[in-house]
Nanobody, 115 residues
Framework: QVQLVESGGDSVQDGGSLRLSCTAS????????MGWHRQASGREREWVAS???????NYLGSVRGRFAISMDNTKRTAFLEMNGLKPGDSGVYYC?????????WGQGTQVTVSS
């Protein structure tokens, strides 16, 4: 069984920064990739960023240049560094890990950006 635990969500002012962490634990041989999705109140969940085991990254257009995703393979931990936060970035951020072609999700961490 695989579990993901996220942390780092908080309330910040417009223009602020946060760093989210997500650690996978359990019966894991290799993590193929990890990523972050977010869901604002009343809206559908959307993909934000992902990082593969080889370090390649991809970003949602609206966060490119402000967010940075990374992964520590040895610790099976992914990070999402968020700078220049805007109210539109508010929502519950969910970590996802792809392990042997299966997706595992965390419980979510709340990010609130106030103007």
């Amino acid at each position: 069984q695989v579990q993901l635990v996220e942390s780092g969500g908080d309330s910040v002012q417009d223009g602020g920064s946060l760093r989210l962490s997500c650690t996978a634990s359990g019966n894991i041989l290799n993590v193929d990739s990890m990523g972050w999705h977010r869901q604002a109140s009343g809206r559908e969940r959307e993909w934000v960023a992902s990082v593969s085991h080889d370090g390649s990254t991809n970003y949602l257009g609206s966060v490119r240049g402000r967010f940075a995703i990374s992964m520590d393979n040895t610790k099976r931990t992914a990070f999402l560094e968020m700078n220049g936060l805007k109210p539109g970035d508010s929502g519950v951020y969910y970590c996802v890990s792809y392990i042997q072609e299966r997706a595992y999700w965390g419980q979510g961490t709340q990010v609130t950006v106030s103007s």
